[in-house]
């Protein structure tokens, strides 16, 4: 992930935003971002071994598209770094809020792997 000072223009720091007590470092904070005019907000952190942004339109009840999650993930990881959006088992599925996707990136030095480029 990005040193998240590098996105410190769009960091929200009011008292109900802090992520832990605090309004974020290099690695972890709270963010309303624009794409094509829209705001989003977004909730980064780098623990217990992954990269992790969630993502959520701001007064909109849909999720984000492709493109914005597109342009989102350009603000907050590098071109070359790859990252995914999840998809688990039934048993293990978690929703908190009916319209966040998320990125997540093992930081722990582990690469995701990729089918060939021929296969997509």
């Known amino acids: 992930m990005k040193d998240l000072h ?3 223009k769009y960091r929200l720091v009011e008292d109900e935003r802090r992520i832990a007590g605090v309004n974020g470092d290099n690695g972890c904070g709270y963010f309303k971002v624009f794409v094509n005019g829209r705001s ?3 909730v980064a952190s780098d623990g217990g071994g992954w990269d992790h ?3 959520h339109p701001k007064n909109q009840k849909r999720c984000p ?3 914005e999650m597109c ?3 350009d603000m907050f990881f590098g071109p070359e770094e790859t990252v995914v959006q999840y998809h688990p088992p039934k048993s293990k599925y978690v929703n908190i809020h009916p319209y966040v996707l998320h990125l997540w990136r093992p930081n722990n030095g582990a690469e995701i792997p990729m089918p060939p480029i021929s296969f997509v």
Do not use: H
């Open 65 to 67: 598209s492709w493109d």
């Open 6 to 8: 590098t996105l410190d």
């Open 40 to 42: 989003f907000f977004c």
């Open 53 to 55: 942004v969630s993502i």
């Open 71 to 73: 342009a989102i993930k």
